[in-house]
């Protein structure tokens, strides 16, 4: 069964780091595109970061020079690192793996590219 699985989320206070975790199990990550997103309550989901297979990254503006995002195929789970968190960064980040591997333009960010996702992990930024 394939699986994705979010870990690494919880409460910092505003300028503080976290850093998120999707492991994928029951296939190889290393052939996928994975896309981090998050929602945040009566918000829309929206698109945070891509990494291709190949490793080319991709960041919305608002996390742009604050998130970083990584993976480790040998360990077959990317990262999202975040830092500076600011009070309008929380959410319930998700990871979604897409097929495809690479992406084009800004389809990067559409829900619709993917077709695996975890279940989310909860970020808190309060004081």
């Known amino acids: 069964q394939l699986q994705l699985a979010e870990s690494g989320g919880g409460l910092v206070q505003p300028g503080g780091s976290l850093r998120l975790s999707c492991a994928a199990s029951?296939?190889?990550?290393?052939?996928?595109?994975i896309g981090w997103f998050r929602q945040a309550p009566g918000k829309e989901r929206e698109g945070v970061s891509c990494i291709s297979s190949a490793g080319t990254t991709k960041y919305s503006d608002p996390v742009n020079g604050r998130f970083a995002i990584s993976r480790d195929d040998a360990k077959n789970t990317a990262y999202l690192q975040m830092n500076r968190l600011k009070p309008e960064d929380p959410a319930v980040y998700y990871c979604a793996a897409d097929t495809d591997g690479t992406f084009y333009g800004s389809t990067w960010s559409l829900r619709s590219t993917y077709e695996y996702w975890g279940q989310g992990t909860q970020v808190t930024v309060s004081s």
């Open positions: 029951g296939f190889t990550l290393e052939d996928y595109a």
